[in-house]
């Protein structure tokens, strides 16, 4: 069975402070799916991540597939109250086309 | 603008009661999914359709149905609401073979069981 470890659960910051999550497997995933969730919306997409070692940026957020595709980060620089949210990250193998989600970062950045 | 819409946003319906949640799609996407997400939690899949052919996952209580009319829309049927189904229900759609499986979520449905 495929497994997803996100680290970590929750978080709480301050503003101006950088953070870093992480997404680990054992598995190795044709792609990976990064998501943020607002409290009573939808999962909404921020990037996908396809080969090992690629690194996307998204104005202050940086994401990060490992060598080997079994793992990625997002780390995120001089986080603002906007950024709160549910962080999920997701896998995708070349074999189905259901994803594999981790267990959720939950952000909350104070003002 | 392309979209995924899920409806209504918020249902309340009593222990029991039948209850129906919808979902289109303006994507033309051929997989649609529906998942259950209970606080804060990753969502958990449990069906999706491959064009007309329906796929359950195996831990997929009974009471859980589905429907794709067409390609556009989808429902999710919960036949007799317990108050363990209270959650928020997703809806979400990707175009297999293209695009790494990305999947678009709609809003979601929050799903009161009194």
């Known amino acids: 069975t495929q497994l997803l470890e996100q680290s970590p659960q929750f978080l709480s910051i301050q503003e101006g402070e950088n953070l870093t999550v992480y997404c680990n497997s054992s598995s190795v995933f044709s792609s990976l799916q990064w998501y943020r969730q607002e409290p009573g919306e939808g999962p909404v997409l921020l990037v996908t991540v396809v080969t090992g070692g690629e690194v996307k940026k998204l104005k202050r957020l940086t994401f990060q597939f490992g060598d080997a595709r079994k793992d990625s980060s997002l780390h995120i620089t001089a986080a603002q109250p906007g950024d709160t949210g549910l962080y999920l990250c997701a896998g995708a193998t070349d074999s189905s086309y259901k994803l594999i989600f981790g267990s959720g970062t939950r952000l909350l950045v104070r003002p | 603008d392309a979209m995924v819409i899920q409806n209504p946003r918020y249902q309340v319906t009593q222990f029991g009661k039948p209850v129906t949640l919808s979902c289109s799609q303006t994507?033309?996407?051929?997989?649609m999914y529906w998942y259950q997400q209970k606080s804060s939690q990753a969502p958990k899949l449990l069906f999706h359709?491959?064009?007309?052919?329906?796929?359950n996952e195996a831990d997929t209580p009974d009471n859980f149905q589905s429907r794709r009319p067409n390609t556009s829309f989808c429902f999710l049927d919960i036949r007799s609401p317990g108050l363990g189904d209270a959650a928020m229900y997703l809806c979400?759609?990707?175009?297999?073979?293209?695009?790494?499986?990305?999947?678009?979520f709609g809003p979601g449905t929050r799903l009161t069981v009194l």
């Open positions: 359709y491959y064009d007309k052919d329906f796929n």
């Open positions: 994507l033309n996407h051929n997989v």
């Open positions: 979400a759609t990707s175009r297999v073979g293209h695009s790494y499986n990305e999947q678009f």
